[in-house]
Antibody, heavy 120, light 108 residues
């Protein structure tokens, strides 16, 4: 059974960098693609980007200049960093696994999500 | 940027059929997925590749597609189906993943 667990600070100051980790169990980091998805309070789902099984990444145009997704195979973790955050980045952040090992396959396993608030 | 359009809300009585649409220019070319999200919970995949149903998803959930529109159908709606539903697909160039705006299903 695949399990994902997000972790990181729940409060980030404006203009600083948001850093989150997703710990993976039950699957190999290099065996799948992994996405980050966020949801602002009361709003819909927003895809942020993915890390491929080859180690490359792709991002939504709205965050491309500020986002980085990396993987640590030794720790079985996927990390998201988002720089120069504003209040608009306040959201629940989810990591999720792509089911079929390619970029636009469905997201079949999700973490429980972590709320990150951007405020001073 | 590419958008997938869903109705904001659908209301249905128990036992009736709910239909949720998702429209987008790239949908004839791209597989579409549907997720169910209940308050305070992570999304759950309920339909993949337009009409496939993952293991554990009740048979009352089905999907179909026609041109630039895909439809999630919930037959014999139950109270537990009250949730937000999102469609997801790639854009026409196969570059970006996009979620629809979401549809709140209310069971009367």
């Amino acid at each position: 059974q695949v399990q994902l667990q997000e972790s990181g600070p729940g409060l980030v100051k404006p203009s600083e960098t948001l850093s989150l980790k997703c710990s993976i169990s039950g699957d190999s980091l290099r065996g799948s693609y992994w996405s980050w998805v966020r949801q602002a309070p009361g709003r819909g789902l927003e895809w942020i980007g993915y890390l491929s099984s080859y180690g490359s990444s792709n991002f939504d145009v709205s965050v491309r200049s500020r986002a980085t997704i990396t993987g640590d195979t030794s720790k079985s973790q996927v990390s998201l960093t988002l720089s120069s955050v504003t209040a608009a980045d306040t959201a629940v952040y989810y990591c999720a696994r792509h089911a079929d090992g390619y970029n636009f396959s469905p997201l079949d396993y999700w973490g429980q999500g972590i709320l990150v608030t951007v405020a001073s | 940027s590419y958008e997938l359009t869903q109705p904001p809300s659908v209301s249905v009585s128990p036992g009736q059929t709910a239909r949720i649409t998702c429209s987008g220019d790239a949908l004839p070319k791209q597989d579409t997925y549907w997720y169910q999200q209940k308050p305070g919970q992570a999304p759950v995949l309920v339909i993949y590749k337009d009409s496939g149903r993952p293991s554990g998803i009740p048979e009352r959930f089905s999907g179909s597609s026609s041109g630039t529109r895909v439809t999630l159908t919930i037959s014999g709606v139950q109270a537990e189906d009250e949730a937000d539903y999102y469609c997801q697909a790639a854009d026409s160039s196969g570059t970006y993943y996009v979620f629809g705006s979401g549809t709140k299903v209310t069971v009367l």
